[in-house]
């Protein structure tokens, strides 16, 4: 039976290897692993972008970048762009955000159309097609996205005064003399957060989560919640006690090479020397900051257990779908970089995991799959589950119920993702214009091809190579196996997605129907027309 609800939440910047159901060692994460235990892990999913803005519109899109051509964080997604809340409307379901976007709106688009961005429409199309039961995207008051942010007023209502409360009190700690020691600065990510646990940003969302489902719940529609956690991104700083639940002693080695420092790809390279590549490289960097994102992903999956027992205490659980994600990873000094945005598995790969309710989902509960699935899977999945038909010629993406329901009927060869690195210095260092500053990454479950437009390519082979130490791709001896990732990236560009108006079967009802409508081309005579009309009804 169709779902009634459905909980979709997403951390920002969660690699997929940082919960124990996916094997970290350290860290432990056994409400999350529940999740697991109840549903689907998917050990191969990636995004459609390894930055924010960009992940997060193929996500609220179901479309590739190249398709909604919201490239950078801050591009606007343009208006007319079909989301997920378009979708879902259709047939009945509120799509409501609690948390971040990353959306920025197209004002230009919607002055030349005459939207009023106070109305009803207006709304939805700058809020990505959700309606916004609290939105709020960090990096305020003054961010570009959410420049009021009710979060700040919360925390100023509650005593914790100042300008800015969320850096001076969520995102600073303090030294012995009380004096503010920003978050942003990395060696500070040992302190504590100023503010006590139970009003940070991660309960706060989730307290909010459960204000809204509770009020859902009152009001009978079916919805979808996306609960959009802000953390663990940086600024890495936890308050108490999260701060120094793991040390120094509990920190992965970076997997990273010297070897990857000899002849890297030029757009590595450059790279390899962005500021928060290099932090990551000092001596003690990794120390400091790891454990403070290894605190922040505990306290989230404390408050998933707490958002779990919520449902259970509502009666909810048997009619809402979980699902558990992430908009990409986060390097970490891996690789010798920082951030997120190139192609290797911590920075593209994502966790995964969704709880389909419903008896059919039985025999799949607590399975690993291995399948090749792309974020824009999830659109066409939530709308599966609510008993809803996708538009292919919109979404590019597929519904996974079949492999939540004991399908094994699964196409996808390859995973594409794209990467538009113009606002970074790789564009100046190799005198790159902009519009060329293209890269593409195809990927079978093994070799993981990255197309760079005007410049080599990339090539990992992941079966002999799981750590992506050797770039082949300047390597003649796998001539072959770049040909034919280059064309499978060809072929996935000859499928533009770009007639979102009008479908398959609408073309195929209206083809040679000229003739209903007293349109006569190409006809000598009545007899040839009668002929037409009598063969076509036939």
Request: charged share 25%.
């Amino acid at each position: 039976m169709p779902s009634k609800n459905i909980l979709w939440i997403m951390c920002d910047q969660l690699r997929f290897d940082y919960l124990s159901c996916a094997g970290h060692p350290y860290l432990q994460t056994p409400h999350i692993d529940a999740l697991a235990k109840r549903g689907v892990r998917f050990s191969r999913a990636y995004v459609q972008s390894p930055i924010c803005g960009p992940s997060r519109m193929s996500f609220y899109t179901g479309r590739y970048v190249r398709s909604h051509g919201s490239t950078w964080n801050g591009t606007p997604l343009r208006v007319g762009e079909p989301t997920l809340g378009d979708h879902l409307s259709e047939i009945g379901v509120r799509n409501v955000l609690i948390g971040k976007t990353h959306m920025k709106a197209d004002a230009e688009g919607m002055a030349r159309l005459g939207i009023d961005p106070d109305s009803v429409i207006g709304l939805q199309v700058a809020q990505c097609g959700f309606e916004p039961w609290e939105r709020d995207d960090g990096l305020h008051p003054d961010g570009p996205y959410a420049p009021h942010s009710v979060y700040d007023d919360y925390l100023n209502d509650l005593g914790f005064e100042g300008s800015n409360p969320w850096e001076q009190w969520a995102n600073s700690g303090e030294d012995e003399n009380g004096e503010i020691l920003s978050g942003w600065l990395m060696e500070n990510s040992d302190k504590p957060a100023r503010v006590p646990e139970e009003h940070s940003e991660t309960a706060y969302m989730t307290n909010r989560a459960m204000a809204f489902i509770r009020e859902a719940k009152a009001d009978g529609r079916p919805w979808c919640a996306h609960l959009s956690y802000i953390k663990p991104h940086w600024p890495y700083i936890v308050p108490a006690p999260y701060h120094d639940m793991y040390g120094p002693n509990q920190v992965i080695a970076a997997v990273r090479s010297n070897a990857e420092k000899l002849d890297p790809h030029p757009v590595y390279a450059s790279y390899m020397q962005e500021r928060f590549s290099k932090v990551f490289s000092r001596p003690g960097v990794r120390e400091r900051v790891i454990p403070a994102y290894m605190g922040l992903i505990k306290q989230i999956d404390d408050h998933v257990g707490r958002l779990v027992a919520f449902l259970d205490e509502e009666g909810l659980t048997d009619s809402t779908m979980i699902v558990f994600t992430s908009d990409h990873g986060d390097y970490l000094g891996d690789h010798w970089l920082g951030e997120k945005e190139l192609f290797h598995e911590m920075s593209v790969k994502i966790p995964l995991i969704v709880v389909d309710p419903s008896a059919e989902a039985d025999a799949t509960r607590g399975s690993v799959n291995d399948a090749l699935v792309e974020a824009i899977d999830l659109a066409p999945t939530f709308l599966d589950a609510f008993g809803g038909t996708a538009k292919p010629h919109v979404l590019e993406g597929r519904s996974l119920m079949p492999l939540l329901r004991g399908g094994y009927e699964w196409e996808r060869r390859f995973a594409i993702s794209e990467y538009d690195y113009a606002m970074r210095r790789a564009r100046v260092d190799n005198g790159v214009p902009v519009r060329d500053c293209r890269m593409t990454m195809v990927f079978d479950g093994r070799w993981k091809y990255v197309h760079v437009e005007g410049l080599r390519p990339m090539l990992y082979d992941l079966q002999t190579d799981p750590d992506e130490f050797a770039d082949l791709g300047a390597d003649p001896a796998f001539d072959s196996e770049r040909a034919r990732l280059s064309e499978a990236m060809f072929a996935w560009a000859r499928k533009p997605a770009s007639r979102i108006t009008r479908s398959d079967a609408q073309i195929e009802a209206a083809a040679g129907r000229e003739i209903d409508s007293g349109i006569l081309i190409g006809y000598w005579d009545e007899a040839d027309v009668a002929e037409a009309r009598a063969n076509r009804k036939g």
